[in-house]
């Protein structure tokens, strides 16, 4: 009997039930994620392409150029100078590194993509197991029901797909048990 407990503990945070029907379903919602970020590049290079006038953007260098200005001493005393010299520091454009707008727009959707491809991953695993939990608990009792063990009703969390399908076995199965007590 403890064993049994200890089963439903452990199956109850297991979010891998049907490896193969949560993978199945975990590639259809990657694949079409993935056609989705390639029509978003692909729109993204023709737009660019055609009505961007190819202008640059460029990035500022990381060294900065120290610059003199001079300004009036306002403190001055009779004998000092009357201007003084004021460093200041500027960051120049580095034009040997060109980024135009699609490579810009690029990073930005590989960046996005990355994201909701882990949020879909997440998603699609909580939700697969939503199904997979019944489908597995389904088969199960099929599978005790063709091998002639005794049958016991099909159990599902609240929240789970599939409601009516394990409402209508479940009426089998009460049948089943019913005509299995009459014969005895």
Known sequence: MSEKKDFKKNYRFRYIIDK???????LHF??????GVIV???????????????GAVF????????????VENE??????????YVPR????????????MYTIQFNAVITLSALYLALITVFSIFKSHKMAGPVFSIKRSLQRMA?????????????????????????????????QEIRK
């Open 40 to 54: 978003t590049l692909g729109f993204l290079y023709w737009l660019n392409q055609s009505k961007y006038d190819g």
């Open 59 to 70: 990035r500022l260098r990381q060294d900065a150029m120290t610059v003199y200005y001079r």
């Open 147 to 179: 091998s002639g063990q005794p049958i016991e009703k099909i159990r599902i969390r609240k929240g789970d797909e599939f409601q009516e399908l394990v409402e209508v076995l479940n009426e089998v199965i009460q049948k089943r048990i019913t005509d």
């Open 75 to 84: 403190d001055a005393k009779p004998g000092e100078e009357k201007y003084r």
């Open 89 to 100: 520091d500027f960051f120049l454009p580095d034009y040997d590194h060109q980024l135009n």
């Open 20 to 26: 193969e029907f949560q993978f199945k379903f975990l």
């Open 30 to 35: 990657s694949l079409l994620f993935l056609s």
